[in-house]
Each structure stands twice: as C-alpha cells, then as structure tokens.
C-alpha cells in the first residue's frame, strides 16, 4: 500500500505561481510512473504531468512551457511547478502513483489539492 499527500494548493491571480507537493509513504519512485492529474468542476480528471521510473517527463500540450515536474527520490516526494498560471489551470490536482505488473495492476491517489487562478 501506498499513502500520497498533496500540499501546496491555493488562491493565486492569473500569472502568479505555485508549487504543489506529493509526498509518498515509502520509497517507490524507482518503480512506478509518477503523475499529476486535475479536475476542473464539470470535466473529466485529466492528465497535467507525468515522469517515469528513469525520469522522463511527459507534459499536456495545454501546460507546456510553464509547469516543471520533479521529483526528490531522497525525500520520496515529487513536485509541480506552475508558473504563468491561466484561470483554465483552476482545479482540484492530484498525485498518482502507477505500476503495472503481471498479476495486477497498482493505481494510488492522492486527496487532492485546490488550485483557485483568480483576480
């Protein structure tokens, strides 16, 4: 099993930054595909970010440019930056851990953060 704990959600004006945090209860970076996800009130959870195993990120086209994940494996945490934040970023962010293997799947979430973009 594993626990996801996001902070770093909040209120910010169009242009401003944040940085959200995931922090893992053990050590799994090595093994699973990290990822960020948002969901917007009304719309379907979609993917923001995701890095793999060897660190190889992968960005949505809608967010390229202004937001970085990263990961501390010393830490067991993992992070997004968001800059040039847009009021379409608004939405609750959650960290997901996924590994697949051959008996089973292995799909964590985190809570959930708020990211309200608004003068």
């Known amino acids: 099993q594993v626990q996801l704990v996001e902070s770093g959600g909040g209120l910010v004006q169009p242009g401003g930054s944040l940085r959200l945090s995931c922090a893992a209860s053990?050590?799994?970076?090595?093994?699973?595909?990290m990822g960020w996800y948002r969901q917007a009130p009304g719309k379907q959870r979609e993917l923001v970010a995701a890095?793999?195993?060897?660190?190889?990120?992968n960005y949505a086209e809608s967010v390229k440019g202004r937001f970085t994940m990263s990961r501390d494996d010393a830490k067991n945490t993992m992070y997004l930056q968001m800059n040039s934040l847009k009021p379409e970023d608004t939405a609750v962010y959650y960290c997901?851990?996924?590994?697949?293997?051959?008996?089973?799947?292995?799909?964590?979430w985190g809570q959930g953060t708020q990211v309200t973009v608004s003068s």
């Open positions: 997901n851990a996924y590994r697949r293997s051959p008996l089973r799947d292995y799909d964590y």
């Open positions: 053990r050590s799994i970076f090595s093994i699973y595909v």
């Open positions: 890095i793999t195993s060897g660190s190889s990120t």
